[in-house]
């Protein structure tokens, strides 16, 4: 990836988002106070909370503190639940399913990745069952 590039990190929890912030050597920002926000040079990672109202406003409050002439790299990063894959399986979006609103979303997938694909199915609330063949999360 071009350094100058804005990479913008996405999590709904601290406890996702502290793996990055460590291995990236990101700094709070003291200046913002809506949500968590942490940067050091092109990085820029936020703390959302739970869901996709949340996820939505977090994605627009970054967005809109950006110039308007960047193009970042948007990445949201989470935890999911499957009914057969194991804990800690790294996957990347290739199909995102709106449950809610019965809507379908295709990630652009600019490079080669270097862990498998998956669908995900967003939801509302906690799901439990895991009845369709899918990675189920809140807030993608």
């Known amino acids: 990836m071009p350094s100058s590039q804005p990479i913008y990190l996405f999590t709904a929890l601290a406890c996702e988002a502290k793996p990055f912030i460590d291995c990236f050597k990101l700094k709070k920002r003291h200046d913002l106070h809506v949500f968590s926000v942490y940067q050091k040079d092109n990085i820029h990672l936020i703390v959302t909370g739970i869901g996709q109202p949340a996820m939505a406003a977090g ?35 290739d199909k995102i399913i709106n449950a809610y609103q019965a809507k379908c979303y295709y990630p652009q997938l600019v490079a080669k990745i270097p862990c498998d694909s998956a669908n995900v199915m967003t939801v509302l609330q906690v799901e439990e069952q895991y009845l369709e063949p899918v990675l189920y999360d809140m807030e993608a």
């Open 59 to 93: 994605v627009a409050y970054l967005l809109a503190l950006s110039p308007p002439s960047t193009l970042p790299i948007l990445i949201n990063i989470g935890v999911a639940g499957h009914k057969e894959y194991a804990v800690g399986s790294l996957f990347i979006a």
